[in-house]
């Protein structure tokens, strides 16, 4: 046996689930877990039968031509209705549906039946538009409620929606409009961002200039009003002047509000299209992620309510953007299904201040908050004085996605924001999964900060090497190995391949591992058999025959008192096959001095071993980051090895590199 990937950094602080919280907990039997292996299907059906259907299934599963999926077979429902209607028609219809904050601090409350009412109003307006059953609709808006309004309109009338990124510019419009044919756009004339405006309708426009064909609508939501506001130096144009395009351009307040509020849900297979979602991929052309109706809802609402212990009055906050995954699992699909009240919130963490976030929990009692690494080396980058003058003792349970959570921030955040009350909870998933697949289930794991833990119940994850073998079942017992991650089982809301483009599907993720899904993830499996991911395997540095994962020695600098945050590539070296390179982001509390980067090279070799002792550290202000906030390490590569820097459409700011580079160049010279 071999390992593909060498396992250095220790961290052996682990936390029980507080004995209250487990009481209570929505799930605390740890028997779940083995009576879920038992029966997967079974465990997966249960839940299903929590939602409302039309028509009930005859197959739960079938997997009779995989990699291509069907679950619930013969089952007809709508999302819409499970996630508003049968709320809005209990006891649930004055309750709190969406709870929503904008930048400028405007403040909307919706209950269930006023949810209803305005999705159902939007939808009769889609119909107008000529949206029918079977069609795609771009939704390029603002984080305001129209956007959830928009999400569940389409679900309400059969079109599948494709969200794409407010921060997103024309020509990714433009390439995800035309590789899903959208008929219609829902926009805004712009969202609030950090104080400026973000010109969205203008994007449509340059976008359809550019040729997109199969758009034959546009229906615009006045959110900024912005006549005469100046963005980037350039004044924007009232929404509905410029290039308003008549015959095309439909104004919201014009169509939506004369609407009925009578729209009938329509009544969709289990496996019929829910949504289109685009992920960049490392390479090539975005993919568009497709997620089916059934299995799909079954898998965010049961994770929902174990994950996070969804209970009736608590309000959930997760701060992802409805354009990526995150905000369609977890803002949208996931806590309506359980008829939870949400959180929303429009804009930046720093605006007015760098307390915004720890201001909205006080202010509206939040009680969970799910939000990124990203967000969270942020704020200790900014102080602790931040959180410190706000009272957030409604919070009772913390969770983190989209990018492994080195240890030293996820005690930070158990500390300083959870004040030691709160499980965290670490979800490892993908758009491709559509719902959280390993995570600790806060009333029953004793949590280790850093590891994600273990499967979801009725999921199962493991750690293979190059050829394939299952490191987790050869090793010896309390044996720590290190490889690939993969899945072995199908569960519900699995993607069912790429739009058009099956092969692509396969090729990617169903091919290195025949039978098994590969996520292009590395990960460890400790001694207690929890799992430690390791980021993409693309990133895996290969040093004097080592593979050493960047994350790992990220952790080890972001450990050290004066390191709010860390990216770590192998930069090509003459002997040492790839060497180390560091690029490091200092609290606000701490300055670059003399001495520190000698001290910081040192601190990494103690704490994870002389061989991932960095060549070079260089002191940044910002690291280059997708849009997502997931650090691009390629670029940095790039950077490092003197190259023309490669596809930057997804990079959040280009201002960041290019310092970057010039700063790299100036100290190699
Ligand atoms: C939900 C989301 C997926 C990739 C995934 C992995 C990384 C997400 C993580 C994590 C370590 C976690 N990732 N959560 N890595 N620990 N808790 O982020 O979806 O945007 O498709 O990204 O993000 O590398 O493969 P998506």
Redesign the pocket.
Known sequence: MHETIDTLLQEGRTFAPPADFAAAANVNDPAIYEQAAQDSVGFWEGWAKQLDWDQPWNQALDWSNPPFVKWFVGGKLNACFNCVDRHAAGERSGKTAILWEGEPGDIRRISYSELKDEVSRLANALKELGVGKGDRVCVYMPMVPELAFAMLACARIGAAHSVVFGGFSAESLFDRINDGQAKAVITADGGWRRGSVVPLKRAVDEAIQMGCPSIEKVLVLKRTGSEGLMTQGVPTPAYDQGKWVEGRDVRWEELVPRQSVECPCESMDAEDLLYILY?SGSTGKPKG?IHTTGGYLTGVMATTKWVFDLKEDDLFWCTADCG???GH?YVVYGPLACGASVMMYEGAPDMPDKDRFWRLIEAHKITILYT??TAIRAFMKWGDEYPERCDMSSLRLLG??????NPEAWIWYQQFIGKGRCPVV????????GQ?M??PLPGITHTKPGS?THSFPGIEAVVLNEEGVDLGAVRKPGQEVGGYLALTRPWPAMTRGIYNDPERFIKTYWSKFPGKYF???GTKMDGDGYFW????VDDIMLVAGHNIST?EVESALVDHPAVAEAAVIGKKHDLKGQAISAFVLLRSTHQNRPGLIDELKAHVAHKIGAIARPDDIIIAAELPKTR?G?IMRRLLRDVAEGRALGDTTTLADSNVVNTLKDKYESMES
């Open positions: 992920t992620i990526w995954v995150t699992s990124a690494p983190s996605v989209g990018e492994p959570i670490d979800t490892w998933w993908q758009t491709e999964t959280i390993i995570t994600a996520p292009g993830d991911l390791l980021g993409r994350m997502s997931k």
